[in-house]
């Protein structure tokens, strides 16, 4: 009996081609973006799923009260943090430190020195807490003496040529020397918070440094494993009061004194947003944009679903008399209902061959735009396998739906007689309404991309308040003796299209880091600042303004000693009247207070997502980490190449790497503009989509209206006032569309928005534009049957019904 | 009015060439009342169609108001079409989605009356078939012959020369049929110009003048007198 109802299905499906077309086409892209989505989803949704027992590990996140700016919560923590809370609260059973070093420089005995990324400083119990896995070398001791490192497999054959040579190796790192291969780890996974290609034992870190082990400074990462019923909520509300008592806060201090709580490992990925500094959230995802990518998967779908069943109500009424004959010659309705079912479930069945085939096709585009290495593993991957058979049979019962209950119902003898009429069937408005949810997804995509659009084109192009434009940042890593940076310099400004070099500790002007100062005056203010440590000439060379006091300059003696620049908002912050007359004292260097000998004009050193804060600027030369250079106009080979012969000639051996400033501004942006880039190809999709329904569904109606036309035309109609008449009844609904579309779309991206600080904002003609686009599509779609419609033969519709 | 010499219509399919009409010739003076008729497949509604401008012959003329009009364009077709004629059919041919009111008003409209005008005319004609009480209803809200009604209404809102009909009586039962013929013979009465196709010798009897076609020719022409 089934094969007998797939069969029938199957000869409906041949007979009429071009509605199968359209439905198969439709569903198939559909299917295949939902796919894709929900592959990203996925992906999004597993990062940390690696670890063992995550759900009882946890990173502790400061929320600070800082003076003079906005509270913040900092994934950055103590040193000594975890095991005073390890040791004071038995419900903490263990704890893992991770210090992330970044990008630093690593040597082998044969000479060769590489740069190596993600290379952190950590405890032995990485291994236990974060699954990390040897494959060469013994967990127990690899990290245990001081100066012992572990590469990844990756690394090790970087470095070394394969993982058993790697083994006792002896490396040097920013210089040091004598670290020992002590294992090698497999390579860790994609979707980790953490990324880790070299681990260094944290007993190097006590062993190098005489300042290391104290409460000075937040500088690593502190995970803590809870035991197996313990509460981090509750046990976040003790950590305050046992800190206050520990470090023996003063009173006064108190309230200020910084608040701990407990945040899950498998939810760093997702919901760190709120934090502002972490040692490391690599590739931070939101959990805003899953949920909208979801929505926009869902939604294509059942835009893909709707047009099969608008397509098959219009054709109910051909249907019906079939349906009518059936039901004559005995057909009892679930007989019925099984033909329509078995229709949309062969047809979803064919989209579904046909998305998977897309998906294998389109996959890598995907990858490429998201920077993710999505594999449709149809033989591994059973979620993705649960969510094909879901979809077979929510899209089949979906879709058949309409037809199945409603077709099947219909008295044999009122559909024979021809009593039926769309009156009757109750039809139209839900194809309309079905039309106009469809084109409501897509306006309000167009909307949104524009709007994004307009958005990033407004960050690209504002004025930051310095001039990035042919600027290259020369990595300095940890070469900057003051005497080869100045022989540098002197080298590169001997080429006459080299207009200015300037160092400090990143190109625009600050560091990460971010303390305290106290203010030398009688209330002893104390501000918390970013610090920004630079040369004579970076504020010159990158265009800042000074616009009280002045710069540094090399003919004052004490200017690195004793004096700083301010920023306006630190000025503001602090409600200085006279700024020049001002002092204070920093953190790392109580011996010489610090006079303000000027300020600069606020400029965005960080990207427009956030407000400009108090930031203050040193000479200081042992934290410059770029040496800046700038060229007059574009960058040329012969420029770039005396740059890399200078740097070589001054640093041997050392590796040269060189940024374009502008890009690494940009790449602030990359989140927004890769959602954009996708919410265009989701808004094409759509489009395509919902056009094509619009097409099909013309197609019947005006066969529908052949009589009308055909009348109005007897009765002296033009063509042209018939095809006016078509379009717009059919823009009609586009237009309803718009006027829902809009105002939700607007809502929407008002909300995305706001997570910039400075903002483009929503214009006018962002509304008319995603109107007129949409109407401009359906336009097109609709022209072609409706000016043959018009053209034909009046005498054709009327009189031989 | 209408004077046709050799007017021929042939349907072309990738197979078969069929002969609707052969070399039919016809005049119908202003003020007449002419039934055509002949046994279905007979070309009757192919000739009305080419009379009513609807359609062009394949070969022949068509002298429609002294023009020749046999191979004019759809377009100058349509402007003679709206201004000259009115059409009632056999399936009333009203649409659906319109009222009564609104379906008469269309042809006023197509000529670029204004609306004031437009309403005074089809509350006039509406009068006239008396339907006007039912103005605000549908179509499909109505018996036939009241849709009927409504279609001659609509056939003289513009106030045409001539009025065709193809089988006006053909969906209706007896009473209803003889009202609207009753209808036509009165609008005849004031010199309207009617041309009628029709299977019911009673209805033909209204008429003054029958003609007669067989597989595309005309047979007779039997002119009667006056009822």
């Known amino acids: ?434 039309v106009v949810f469809q084109f409501v997804v897509s306006i309000a995509l167009i909307f949104s991309i524009m709007a994004l659009y307009k958005q990033i084109n407004f960050l690209m192009n504002k004025d930051l308040g310095y001039n990035p434009d042919n600027v290259y940042a020369v990595s300095l890593h940890n070469n900057n003796d003051p005497d080869d940076l100045r022989q540098l310099k002197e080298k590169l400004l001997q080429k006459p299209k080299i207009t200015g070099v300037a160092a400090a500790s990143y190109y625009n002007g600050v560091a990460g880091n971010q303390s305290t100062i106290q203010v030398i005056d009688s209330a002893e203010t104390s501000i918390m600042m970013r610090f920004g440590y630079v040369d004579y000439d970076f504020l010159d060379m990158m265009g800042m303004q000074i616009v009280e006091g002045r710069n540094f300059d090399e003919s004052y003696a004490m200017d690195s000693l004793e004096a700083v620049i301010v920023n306006r908002a630190a000025v503001e912050t602090l409600g200085w009247e006279n700024p020049l007359e001002q002092s204070f004292t920093p953190f790392y260097d109580t011996l010489h207070n610090r006079k303000v000998i000027g300020v600069v004009e606020d400029y965005h050193y960080y990207s427009l997502h956030s407000k400009i804060e108090p930031a203050v600027y040193i000479i200081y ?181 | 009015m209408i004077k046709t010499a050799e007017l021929t219509k042939v349907f072309r399919t990738d197979e078969v060439e069929t002969t609707a009409l052969n070399k039919v010739s016809l005049q119908v003076d202003s003020g007449e009342f002419v039934a055509i008729m002949g046994p279905s497949g007979c070309g009757k509604s192919t000739l009305l169609n080419i009379l009513g401008l609807l359609d062009n012959p394949s070969k022949g003329k068509y002298y429609f108001l002294e023009h020749e009009v046999s191979d004019y364009s759809e377009k100058q077709r349509a402007r003679l079409r709206k201004q000259n004629i009115g059409f009632v059919f056999q399936n009333f041919n009203l649409i659906d989605e319109l009222s009564v009111f609104e379906n008469v008003e269309l042809p006023l409209i197509y000529l670029g009356v204004n609306s004031t005008d437009r309403k005074s005319r089809v509350e006039e004609v509406l009068e006239k078939v008396k339907i006007s009480h039912r103005k605000k209803h549908f179509p499909l809200q109505l018996s036939g012959g009241q849709q009927q009604r409504v279609a001659v209404a609509r056939a003289l809102v513009a106030k045409p020369h001539l009025i065709l009909a193809d089988e006006p009586t053909g969906n209706l039962d007896s009473s209803h049929g003889e009202e609207i013929m009753k209808m036509l013979e009165e609008l005849n009465g004031t010199g309207t110009t009617i041309v009628m196709v029709t299977h019911s010798l009673r209805d033909a009897e209204y008429a003054q003048r029958i003609v007669r076609l067989f597989d595309g020719q005309v047979v007779t022409e039997n002119i009667k007198a006056p009822v």
């Open chain 1, 1 to 434: 009996m089934f094969w007998n109802y797939l069969k029938i299905a199957f000869r409906n499906l041949v007979r009429q081609k071009s509605y199968s077309l359209i439905n198969i086409f439709g569903l198939t892209i559909g299917i295949a973006a939902f796919l894709m989505i929900m592959l990203y989803v996925q992906h999004e949704l597993s990062y940390n799923s690696h670890i063992p027992n995550k759900d009882r590990l946890y990173r502790c996140v400061e929320l600070q009260f800082p003076d003079g700016i906005d509270d913040q919560h900092v994934a950055v923590t103590m040193v000594p943090l975890g095991e005073t809370l390890m040791e004071n609260f038995p419900e903490i059973t263990n704890f893992v430190r991770l210090w992330n070093l970044g990008e630093i420089p690593i040597g082998t005995r044969d000479g060769t020195i590489l740069n190596q990324n993600f290379v952190s400083f950590t405890d032995t119990t990485v291994f236990e807490l974060f699954g990390v896995e040897l494959i060469r070398g013994d967990e127990e001791t690899a990290l245990v003496e001081p100066r012992s490192i572990i590469f990844s497999e990756k690394t090790a054959k970087k470095f070394f040529g394969s993982v058993d040579s790697a083994m006792n190796q002896i490396v040097t790192l920013f210089g040091f020397e004598g670290f020992k291969v002590t294992g090698v780890m497999e390579n860790p996974p994609v979707n980790t918070h953490y990324r880790y290609e070299v681990l260094i034992s944290m007993s190097t870190a006590y062993d190098m440094f005489d300042w290391f082990g104290g409460w000075e400074s937040n500088m690593l990462d502190t995970y803590v494993q809870l035991s197996e019923n313990a509460d981090h909520r509750e046990l976040s509300k003790k950590f305050k009061p046992f800190l206050l008592e520990y470090r023996e806060i003063s009173e006064e201090e108190q309230e200020s004194f910084f608040d701990l709580y407990l945040q899950p490992v498998d939810v760093i990925h997702l919901k760190s947003g709120h934090i502002k500094f972490q040692v490391m959230n690599y590739r931070q995802g939101s959990a805003q944009s899953v949920l909208i990518f979801i929505i926009i998967a869902v939604l294509i779908v059942v835009i893909a679903c709707v047009n099969y069943i608008n397509i098959a109500i219009a054709r109910s009424m051909k249907q019906a008399r079939e349906v009518g004959m059936r039901k004559v010659l005995g057909a009892s309705r679930s007989s019925l209902m099984y033909r329509f079912f078995g229709e949309s479930f062969l047809l979803t069945v064919i989209s579904i061959a046909f998305s998977l085939l897309l998906v294998e096709i389109f996959l890598p585009y995907f990858n490429d735009i998201l920077r993710v290495d999505l594999q449709m593993d149809l033989a591994g991957n059973w979620m993705l396998n649960i969510g094909l058979l879901a979809l077979l049979v929510l899209i089949s019962l979906i879709s058949g739906a309409y037809p199945a209950f409603y077709l099947s119902r219909f008295r044999p003898i009122k559909v024979l007689k021809g009593s039926l009429s769309d009156n009757d069937m109750k039809s139209g408005w839900l194809s309309k309404g079905l």
């Open chain 1, 621 to 801: 030369p042992e934290e410059f980490r770029q040496m800046m250079v700038r060229v007059n106009g574009e960058m040329n080979n012969e420029a770039s190449e005396y740059i890399e012969e200078s740097w070589k000639e001054i640093f041997p051996g050392r590796p040269f790497e060189m940024h374009v400033v502008e890009n690494l501004i940009q790449n602030s942006y990359r989140g927004e503009q890769r959602m954009m880039e996708l919410f265009g190809y989701f808004a094409i999709i759509s489009l395509i989509i919902s056009s094509l329904g619009l097409y099909g569904l013309t197609t019947f109606i005006i066969q529908q209206k052949r009589k009308e036309i055909g009348i109005r035309k007897v009765l002296g109609s033009s063509s042209v006032q018939v095809i006016l008449m078509l379009m717009i009844r059919f823009l009609k609904l586009v237009f309803i569309a718009g006027l829902i579309a809009l105002p939700l779309a607007w809502y929407f991206m008002d909300d995305i928005l706001a997570g910039f600080a400075y903002r483009a904002g929503i214009s006018w003609y962002i509304f008319v534009i995603a109107m007129l686009v949409s109407l401009v599509i359906a336009t097109i779609t609709i022209l072609y049957h409706a000016t043959r419609a018009a053209n034909s033969n009046p005498v054709d519709a009327i009189s031989y019904e």
